[in-house]
Protein backbone atom coordinates (compact mmCIF):
# COMPACT_ATOMS: atom_id res chain seq x y z
CA UNK A 1 0.00 0.00 0.00
CA UNK A 2 2.86 2.34 1.12
CA UNK A 3 4.36 1.54 -2.58
CA UNK A 4 1.20 2.42 -3.92
CA UNK A 5 0.89 5.77 -2.65
CA UNK A 6 4.24 6.67 -3.05
CA UNK A 7 4.19 5.94 -7.05
CA UNK A 8 0.58 8.47 -6.78
CA UNK A 9 2.62 11.03 -5.35
CA UNK A 10 5.14 10.68 -7.81
CA UNK A 11 3.06 10.81 -10.74
CA UNK A 12 0.79 13.85 -9.54
CA UNK A 13 3.95 15.80 -8.55
CA UNK A 14 5.59 15.20 -12.53
CA UNK A 15 2.66 16.28 -13.80
CA UNK A 16 2.25 19.32 -11.70
CA UNK A 17 6.08 20.26 -12.26
CA UNK A 18 6.24 19.48 -16.32
CA UNK A 19 2.80 21.67 -16.67
CA UNK A 20 4.28 24.18 -14.39
CA UNK A 21 7.66 24.05 -16.74
CA UNK A 22 5.04 24.29 -19.81
CA UNK A 23 3.67 27.27 -18.46
CA UNK A 24 6.66 29.04 -17.35
CA UNK A 25 7.79 29.95 -20.39
CA UNK A 26 5.20 32.78 -21.17
CA UNK A 27 5.45 34.04 -17.30
CA UNK A 28 5.42 37.45 -16.94
CA UNK A 29 3.97 40.71 -18.26
CA UNK A 30 4.43 41.25 -21.73
CA UNK A 31 2.56 44.56 -23.99
CA UNK A 32 2.01 45.69 -26.56
CA UNK A 33 1.61 49.65 -27.21
CA UNK A 34 0.92 52.22 -29.39
CA UNK A 35 0.18 56.25 -29.31
CA UNK A 36 -3.53 56.54 -29.84
CA UNK A 37 -3.56 60.38 -31.34
CA UNK A 38 -7.33 61.17 -30.83
CA UNK A 39 -7.08 60.34 -27.71
CA UNK A 40 -3.83 61.53 -26.76
CA UNK A 41 -3.02 58.67 -24.70
CA UNK A 42 -0.55 55.61 -25.11
CA UNK A 43 -2.93 52.76 -25.68
CA UNK A 44 -1.53 49.30 -24.20
CA UNK A 45 -2.63 45.36 -24.45
CA UNK A 46 -1.00 43.83 -21.59
CA UNK A 47 -1.10 40.25 -20.73
CA UNK A 48 0.34 39.01 -17.22
CA UNK A 49 0.61 35.56 -16.59
CA UNK A 50 1.35 34.11 -13.53
CA UNK A 51 3.15 30.61 -12.50
CA UNK A 52 0.43 29.49 -10.62
CA UNK A 53 -1.99 28.93 -14.34
CA UNK A 54 -3.78 32.42 -13.98
CA UNK A 55 -3.56 35.48 -16.41
CA UNK A 56 -4.45 39.28 -16.59
CA UNK A 57 -5.50 40.76 -19.72
CA UNK A 58 -5.31 44.71 -19.28
CA UNK A 59 -6.63 47.09 -22.48
CA UNK A 60 -5.57 50.62 -20.74
CA UNK A 61 -4.14 53.62 -21.25
CA UNK A 62 -1.22 56.23 -19.93
CA UNK A 63 0.38 58.92 -20.88
CA UNK A 64 3.43 58.45 -23.54
CA UNK A 65 6.29 57.57 -21.88
CA UNK A 66 4.70 56.67 -18.06
CA UNK A 67 4.50 53.23 -16.99
CA UNK A 68 1.39 53.20 -14.95
CA UNK A 69 -2.12 52.94 -16.31
CA UNK A 70 -3.86 56.33 -16.45
CA UNK A 71 -7.19 54.30 -16.90
CA UNK A 72 -8.97 51.17 -18.20
CA UNK A 73 -11.02 50.16 -21.32
CA UNK A 74 -11.03 46.00 -20.50
CA UNK A 75 -9.81 44.02 -17.59
CA UNK A 76 -10.22 40.01 -17.94
CA UNK A 77 -8.67 37.45 -15.98
CA UNK A 78 -8.70 33.82 -15.23
CA UNK A 79 -6.59 30.76 -16.03
CA UNK A 80 -4.25 29.32 -18.86
CA UNK A 81 -2.68 26.52 -20.14
CA UNK A 82 -0.13 26.37 -22.75
CA UNK A 83 0.82 22.92 -24.15
CA UNK A 84 3.22 23.03 -27.45
CA UNK A 85 2.33 25.96 -29.00
CA UNK A 86 -0.97 26.29 -28.30
CA UNK A 87 -2.41 28.59 -25.53
CA UNK A 88 -5.42 28.16 -23.73
CA UNK A 89 -7.20 31.35 -22.08
CA UNK A 90 -10.40 30.48 -19.47
CA UNK A 91 -11.71 33.81 -18.61
CA UNK A 92 -13.67 33.53 -15.49
CA UNK A 93 -14.11 37.74 -14.97
CA UNK A 94 -14.45 40.60 -17.38
CA UNK A 95 -14.36 44.30 -16.19
CA UNK A 96 -15.26 47.14 -17.88
CA UNK A 97 -15.88 50.92 -17.50
CA UNK A 98 -19.74 52.07 -17.06
CA UNK A 99 -22.13 52.27 -19.30
CA UNK A 100 -22.53 56.43 -19.22
CA UNK A 101 -18.64 55.83 -20.13
CA UNK A 102 -17.53 56.82 -23.64
CA UNK A 103 -14.98 59.59 -24.11
CA UNK A 104 -12.37 58.97 -23.00
CA UNK A 105 -13.03 55.11 -23.25
CA UNK A 106 -11.30 54.44 -19.49
CA UNK A 107 -11.42 54.95 -16.28
CA UNK A 108 -9.49 54.46 -13.37
CA UNK A 109 -8.96 50.87 -11.94
CA UNK A 110 -10.79 50.89 -9.17
CA UNK A 111 -14.21 52.32 -10.83
CA UNK A 112 -14.23 49.38 -13.08
CA UNK A 113 -17.74 47.36 -12.98
CA UNK A 114 -17.79 43.48 -13.16
CA UNK A 115 -19.58 42.34 -16.64
CA UNK A 116 -21.03 38.68 -16.30
CA UNK A 117 -19.18 35.43 -17.89
CA UNK A 118 -21.73 32.68 -18.11
CA UNK A 119 -20.14 29.92 -18.81
CA UNK A 120 -16.41 30.84 -18.79
CA UNK A 121 -15.07 31.65 -21.77
CA UNK A 122 -12.49 29.29 -22.86
CA UNK A 123 -10.12 31.35 -26.18
CA UNK A 124 -7.25 29.13 -28.05
CA UNK A 125 -4.55 30.74 -29.71
CA UNK A 126 -1.13 29.63 -31.46
CA UNK A 127 1.82 31.12 -29.74
CA UNK A 128 5.71 31.63 -30.06
CA UNK A 129 8.48 32.99 -28.58
CA UNK A 130 11.57 35.07 -29.72
CA UNK A 131 14.64 32.98 -29.48
CA UNK A 132 15.57 35.26 -26.45
CA UNK A 133 11.98 35.34 -25.58
CA UNK A 134 11.81 39.30 -25.13
CA UNK A 135 8.71 38.89 -27.45
CA UNK A 136 5.79 36.94 -27.49
CA UNK A 137 3.19 36.95 -30.45
CA UNK A 138 0.13 35.40 -30.11
CA UNK A 139 -2.14 34.65 -32.90
CA UNK A 140 -6.17 33.53 -33.22
CA UNK A 141 -5.66 29.63 -35.36
CA UNK A 142 -8.68 30.37 -37.18
CA UNK A 143 -7.57 33.58 -39.12
CA UNK A 144 -4.59 33.59 -41.50
CA UNK A 145 -3.08 36.93 -39.93
CA UNK A 146 0.60 37.68 -37.86
CA UNK A 147 -1.24 38.15 -34.85
CA UNK A 148 -0.09 40.39 -32.39
CA UNK A 149 3.25 40.89 -30.79
CA UNK A 150 4.10 41.77 -27.14
CA UNK A 151 7.32 42.77 -25.63
CA UNK A 152 8.40 41.10 -22.15
CA UNK A 153 8.48 44.06 -19.63
CA UNK A 154 9.10 42.18 -16.56
Known amino acids: MKRLLAIVMMLAFSCSEKEEMLNSRIFGTWEAAYFAEDLGFESVNRY ?23 GYHNIWNGNYLTAGDHLTLQTLRVFAPPSHVTRPPFVPKDQMKEKPVSPAETNKF ?3 LSPDRSTLTIRTPQMNIEGATFIKVN
Open 126 to 128: QYM
Open 48 to 70: IFLPDGTYFYEWGYRVLGETDMT
